[in-house]
């Protein structure tokens, strides 16, 4: 299975160039999506605002080397490794399920655009897109099911659902379909990869189509607030915070006694 490229076969029944309008669409999807949210939630506006208002109390006025350093530690560190999550297991499920997502998403394109019209993929390629659905699936099936606040802090069971949960379920629908799809395909049980694959287009169009109502957009908005904040921190402006006290971090022994899960 790992070195079946799907969407070959899938070539030999709908035209390459079909699936690579869809991927194209579902770009737009993502454009349309995350620019209507902003509109609508007006966050980048307030972004901004808060930025420029920030800047009249900056302390230093920053280089644009000293900006850049800001910016390439931010990326290499908050971004790349989601840092404001801590050292648990809540970042290592995250991590899971970003680059696994990053994996899958580059392996699809790459097999879409390069080797879905007759040319034979390097096996490394299927690798990459099959790893990164599986760990996509690790990463997110985690949270769903442990990790998730619902869950880990209120005491929900994990069946509830809720439209908020609409990103990390569309996403785990793409990764799980497209795995049995695969799966299915690779063993010869035609009429079954035939399901598989229609389950794995709709779970698509739900993740795509659903930008505007879900959380996918923190994905952009994120790495911007991170890069922001740090920049306030770095020219002394802090987001017009106090700075932190001039005292020792001491709460108490109580603050052992149990992990902060009361949101
Ligand atoms: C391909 C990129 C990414 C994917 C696929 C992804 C995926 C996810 C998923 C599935 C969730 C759970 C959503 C939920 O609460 O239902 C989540 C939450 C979160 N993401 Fe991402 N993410 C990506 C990029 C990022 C980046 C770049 C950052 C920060 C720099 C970030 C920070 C967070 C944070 C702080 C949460 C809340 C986690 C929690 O409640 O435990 N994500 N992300």
Redesign the pocket.
């Known amino acids: 299975m790992f070195y079946n490229n799907p969407f070959a076969e899938l070539a030999t029944v709908i035209p390459a160039y079909v699936m690579q309008y869809f991927v194209v669409a579902m770009v737009l999807l993502i454009v349309v999506g995350v620019a209507l949210d902003m509109l609508h939630k007006k966050n980048v506006v307030y972004f901004f605002r808060n930025a420029q208002k920030a800047k009249k109390s900056a302390k230093e006025e920053l280089s644009t080397g000293k900006k850049t350093a800001v910016i390439l530690k931010t990326v290499a560190h ?3 490794t ?4 801590g050292m648990g297991k ?2 290592l ?2 991590v899971l ?6 994996l899958f ?1 580059i392996g699809s394109a790459v097999l879409i655009f390069k080797y879905s019209n007759g040319a034979q993929a390097p096996s490394l390629v299927p690798i990459i897109w099959h790893v990164g659905a599986i760990m ?1 699936c690790i ?2 099936y985690w ?2 099911f442990f ?3 619902d869950v880990s802090a209120e005491a929900h069971p994990w069946y509830r659902i809720i439209t ?6 569309a ?2 629908a793409c990764a799980t379909f497209g795995l049995a799809w695969s799966y299915t395909q690779s063993s010869g049980m035609t009429g079954l990869s035939y399901l598989f694959l229609v389950l794995f287009i709709l779970a698509n169009l739900v993740l795509f189509g659903g930008v505007y109502w879900s ?2 957009a ?3 908005y ?2 911007g ?2 890069i922001q904040k740090n920049l306030a921190e770095a020219d002394g402006s802090r987001d017009n915070l106090p700075p932190p006290a001039d005292a020792p971090e001491q709460f108490g022994l109580g603050i052992k006694r149990e992990q902060p899960k009361h949101y």
């Open positions: 908050d971004i790349a989601t840092s404001e999550l809540r970042r499920a995250h399920g970003m680059y696994g997502t990053i998403w996509t990463g997110g949270f769903w990790l998730r606040v908020a949960d609409l990103f990390v379920l996403l785990l959380k996918f923190h994905m952009f994120k790495p607030a991170a």
